[in-house]
């Protein structure tokens, strides 16, 4: 059984900085790609951040320049650095791991349980 399990989220002022992470824990042979979204109550969830195996990344506009995603592959964990951060970038953020490889003969998907990121002063 896989599990993802975040941290790192919190209060933080305007231009402030977060670091999230997480971590899939289980017997994993490699995961295809691991997702940032967030989502607000009431609107619909946003692609934030993407990596690849191989490290290749991709970025929501509303991001770009302030946030980097990055993985360690060794430790299945994803990382979201966080910048420059606004009060929009407040909401809870969700890891999502896709084309997880296990011990069965077929590939999962799986998401954390999320994280709530507050940017107020």
């Known amino acids: 059984q896989v599990q993802l399990v975040e941290s790192g989220g919190g209060l933080v002022q305007p231009g402030g900085s977060l670091r999230l992470s997480c971590a899939a824990s289980?017997?994993?042979?490699?995961?295809?790609?691991m997702v940032w979204y967030r989502q607000a109550p009431g609107k619909q969830r946003e692609l934030v951040a993407t990596i690849t195996s191989g490290s290749s990344t991709n970025y929501a506009d509303s991001v770009k320049g302030r946030f980097t995603i990055s993985r360690d592959n060794s430790k299945n964990t994803v990382y979201l650095q966080m910048n420059s951060m606004k009060p929009e970038d407040t909401t809870v953020y969700y890891c999502y791991a896709a084309r997880v490889v296990t011990t069965t003969p077929w590939e999962n998907d799986y998401w954390g349980q999320g994280t709530q990121v507050t940017v107020s002063s």
């Open positions: 289980g017997i994993i042979f490699s995961i295809s790609a």
